[in-house]
């Protein structure tokens, strides 16, 4: 093998770990993209549970003020909607941060 070929035969290989490499790196880069949308996605679940958790502090306060209710449930009326927005938002919640987690894994 003459100087040539040798000098081609590293060049081509160059070229395919270069490929490689450039393949491994946009890979990453998209994973990393996706694990930034599901932080993201995380925390506005997180706020969004935080106004839910507010709100029905506020409606269980106006029904046992307001409305001089003694007793409040799961099931009261006023309140069931909002509780089951938070468990609605817990779920999406859960599900985000295990996706996340297997994301990270990889």
């Known amino acids: 093998m003459d100087f040539f070929e ?5 060049l081509s290989d160059g070229l395919a770990a270069s490929k490689d ?10 994973d990393l993209g996706e694990i930034g949308i599901l932080k ?16 029905l502090g506020v ?16 099931e009261t009326p006023e309140l069931k909607p909002v509780i089951d927005e938070i468990d609605e938002t817990q779920r999406k919640l859960e599900k985000k941060r295990m996706n996340l987690e297997m ?4």
């Open 21 to 30: 490499l450039l393949k491994k790196a946009g890979g990453k880069a998209k």
């Open 40 to 55: 993201y996605e995380i925390a506005q679940l997180e706020n969004m549970s935080e106004k839910l958790a507010s709100r």
């Open 59 to 74: 409606t269980a306060y106006q029904l046992l003020r307001e409305k001089n209710l003694e007793v409040l449930t799961a």
């Open 6 to 10: 040798k000098m081609q035969e590293g």
């Open 103 to 106: 994301m990270q894994r990889k």
